[in-house]
């Protein structure tokens, strides 16, 4: 049973940094794609980054020097430490893992963020 909590969000002033965590469980996580997204009311949900199995990473340009997405596998848990946070950046954040390798098909229940 493929579970993941996201966890770490809350409200910080623009400027501000936060490390949003996402503990896995059911499943490998070091030979897991993960990924963590963000959804804003009213938007349509956004890919922020994405950490392959073989630990490369990838970003959206939007977030591209101020994320860092990284994972310990031995704590089974995904991070995404968020620097330089904007008030434009308000949202939920989710994280998602792909273990079968057909796309982002489990998610979590998301982390709010709010920067003012």
């Known amino acids: 049973h493929v579970q993941l909590v996201e966890s770490g969000g809350g409200s910080v002033q623009a400027g501000g940094s936060l490390r949003l965590s996402c503990a896995a469980s059911g499943y490998t996580v070091s030979s897991t794609r993960m990924g963590w997204f963000r959804q804003a009311p009213g938007k349509e949900r956004e890919g922020l980054a994405v950490?392959?199995?073989?630990?490369?990473?990838s970003y959206a340009d939007s977030v591209r020097g101020r994320f860092t997405i990284s994972r310990d596998n031995a704590k089974r848990t995904l991070y995404l430490q968020m620097n330089s946070l904007k008030p434009e950046v308000t949202a939920m954040y989710y994280c998602?893992?792909?273990?079968?390798?057909?796309?982002?098909?489990?998610w979590g229940q998301g982390t709010q963020v709010t920067v003012s």
């Open positions: 950490i392959g199995s073989d630990g490369l990473t």
């Open positions: 998602a893992s792909d273990p079968n390798g057909l796309g982002f098909t489990y």
